[in-house]
């Protein structure tokens, strides 16, 4: 068994579109770093992007945004998947709903997944419960999560480590120890 990196919603709209704002841009080059390590240590990477209908009732919560063939729910360019990642499309806050994650992390042999991406106060957190209750090990670098501000991001990173025992360390950590949980 091993581990998995999954970038959430690293996207056009949530960096610097829509929602996007200078903290998501200066998490993309920490997660860019961690996804080398992690491809060169062979280590799966799994990108898992908004891509809403147009009509999408979301909407009737957030602006529009990420809307499926958009330029906003494209990955950014600097974290586009390389051959050998995948990418999954999802419709609500948690990676896991009506995606084939689950089943692709265990045709992988993962049983720790390594959470990356934005927004650490909504869709991380809402993976990182799925996760926890399809007994996943969570880890979650805190250098490569980012929310809107300093007080959402120590909540969310609170929730998570409490409620889903989660590991909440940093890239250079998990690098260091070759991404061994």
Not at 9 to 24: E, H, K, L, T
Not at 64 to 78: I, K, L, N, Q
Not at 120 to 127: D, G, K, M
Request: a neutral charge; aromatic letters at 8%; charged letters at 25%.
């Amino acid at each position: 068994m091993g581990a998995a990196v999954v970038v959430i919603d690293m996207i056009n709209d949530f960096v610097s579109g829509v929602y996007g704002g200078p903290r998501a841009e200066a998490s993309v080059p920490r997660v860019r770093g961690l996804l080398g390590a992690a491809r060169s240590a062979g280590v799966p990477v799994i990108h898992v992007t908004d891509a809403h209908a147009a009509d999408d009732g979301e909407f009737r919560i957030w602006r529009p945004h990420a809307v499926a063939g958009t330029r906003g729910a494209e990955v950014v360019e600097a974290l586009k998947p390389v051959k050998g990642d995948h990418h999954l499309r999802k419709t609500r806050y948690s990676c896991f709903y009506s995606t084939r994650l689950d089943g692709l992390l265990r045709t992988l042999g993962v049983d720790t997944v390594i959470l990356t991406g934005l927004v650490t106060n909504i869709c991380v957190q809402h993976t990182a419960a799925d996760a926890f209750f399809r007994g996943y090990r969570l880890v979650v670098p805190r250098d490569c999560v980012e929310a809107v501000s300093d007080l959402l991001q120590e909540q969310a990173l609170a929730y998570i480590r409490d409620m889903y025992d989660a590991e909440i360390t940093t890239s250079s950590e998990l690098i260091k120890r070759g991404f061994k949980a």
